[in-house]
């Protein structure tokens, strides 16, 4: 089995999902799998990898040791090709992807979708899933109709009512991270920013800030069974924002090394109201393979769902390790999960049998 590990992206997150490609692909090749780093560039063009690729090397455009290569979708050869000399393509042979992309087309579906036509398996949520779980705006609906308590949210935009009080934070309705979350006072500086912000042009959700709430999350991952990981408290920045900053350039070490409380110190009802909404969103929302959900805690008996990551930084495997799971298990029991996908994670020809082409008549008929 080759084993693709598909990281970077058109996406404001690009540098944080070669961090974590980098890592995935140099567990499961230290392991002994058959590995290849798929770099997708910035520019939406693939490269060929080695799985011992070093961050500093995506610094250039041309990363050291990489060729290019295609993924097609249509033809008798499909999948991640290589075109040889005198025009002949190659397949790389890759069996499954490890979807690493965080934000953008890698997060949102576009990346899951494409490759299901492609016909190669992929960790992570399907299409559909990975859709709704970027939604900010979804997620909150469904979370809520789910029984799942729920902050104060409103989509924002010329014309929409804010019925909350501010101050305010502004959040992309389709991103996948910190990045493009803003705070302001009063909804006009709101609506300015989505004037202005590349990060809110498609669309940007409203919350109250809640003073004195805090950070909790919880990793979840759905084989070989449904399992959740300690849950930890990141710690926030002195304006109260978990910010990028935060979460990816503290320590040295990316996420992994952010400041963090784990185990976080809760109390078992809240603990426990956590675990029981992670199961259940997981449920509502269809994921598979390794996810994060984020909640809210007001540091007494209140949380609320905050946000699904269907692609979290680092796959929280810093959480499954703290959790006593081996990281590289978690990554293989992915990969063994998608390549078993259930019917519904594959196209179907069933019931297109020609019965309503024979009795069309002419299509001149049918536009006069």
């Known amino acids: 089995?080759?084993?693709?590990?598909?990281?970077?992206?058109?996406?404001?997150?690009?540098?944080?999902?070669?961090?974590?490609?980098?890592?995935?692909?140099?567990?499961?090749?230290?392991?002994?799998?058959?590995?290849?780093?798929?770099?997708?560039?910035?520019?939406?063009?693939?490269?060929?990898?080695?799985?011992?690729?070093?961050?500093?090397?995506?610094?250039?455009?041309?990363?050291?040791?990489?060729?290019?290569?295609?993924?097609?979708?249509?033809?008798?050869?499909?999948?991640?090709?290589?075109?040889?000399?005198?025009?002949?393509?190659?397949?790389?042979?890759?069996?499954?992807?490890?979807?690493?992309?965080?934000?953008?087309?890698?997060?949102?579906?576009?990346?899951?979708?494409?490759?299901?036509?492609?016909?190669?398996?992929?960790?992570?949520?399907?299409?559909?899933?990975?859709?709704?779980?970027?939604?900010?705006?979804?997620?909150?609906?469904?979370?809520?109709?789910?029984g799942v308590p729920v902050a104060p949210h409103a989509l924002l935009g010329p014309g929409l009512e804010v019925p909350f009080d501010g101050p305010y934070i502004v959040k992309p309705r389709f991103g996948g991270s910190s990045i493009g979350i803003e705070t302001v006072s009063e909804v006009d500086a709101a609506l300015d920013l989505c004037a202005t912000s590349p990060h809110l042009r498609d669309g940007a959700v409203i919350e109250p800030m809640l003073e004195g709430w805090v950070d909790v999350n919880v990793a979840v991952r759905t084989a070989p069974t449904l399992q959740l990981s300690e849950i930890e408290r990141p710690l926030r920045d002195a304006d109260g924002v978990y910010s990028y900053e935060s979460k990816y350039l503290q320590g040295g070490s990316g996420i992994e090394s952010a400041p963090r409380e784990l185990p976080a110190k809760l109390p078992d009802a809240v603990a426990a109201a956590i675990r029981d909404a992670a199961t259940r969103m997981v449920t509502v929302f269809g994921l598979s393979g390794i996810a994060r959900i984020d909640f809210l805690w007001d540091q007494g008996d209140q949380v609320v769902f905050n946000e699904v990551n269907s692609i979290p930084g680092a796959m929280s495997l810093y959480l499954w390790k703290a959790s006593g799971v081996d990281p590289r298990r978690v990554l293989l029991d992915a990969i063994d999960e998608a390549r078993s996908a259930p019917a519904f994670r594959r196209w179907t020809t069933a019931g297109a049998d020609g019965r309503a082409l024979r009795s069309a008549g002419s299509i001149a008929a049918k536009l006069n």
């Open 1 to 146: 089995m080759t084993v693709g590990v598909a990281f970077g992206g058109p996406s404001p997150e690009h540098d944080i999902s070669i961090l974590t490609g980098l890592q995935a692909a140099r567990l499961l090749a230290d392991g002994g799998s058959d590995v290849v780093g798929l770099y997708w560039r910035k520019t939406g063009d693939w490269l060929a990898v080695p799985a011992d690729a070093e961050a500093r090397d995506f610094l250039d455009p041309e990363p050291a040791r990489s060729r290019p290569v295609e993924l097609v979708v249509a033809g008798p050869e499909r999948g991640f090709l290589e075109r040889k000399r005198l025009g002949k393509v190659a397949s790389l042979g890759v069996d499954v992807v490890v979807n690493c992309c965080h934000g953008g087309p890698g997060e949102n579906g576009t990346l899951p979708g494409v490759l299901d036509v492609a016909g190669v398996p992929c960790t992570g949520p399907g299409h559909a899933a990975a859709v709704l779980a970027m939604d900010k705006h979804a997620t909150n609906g469904m979370a809520r109709a789910a």
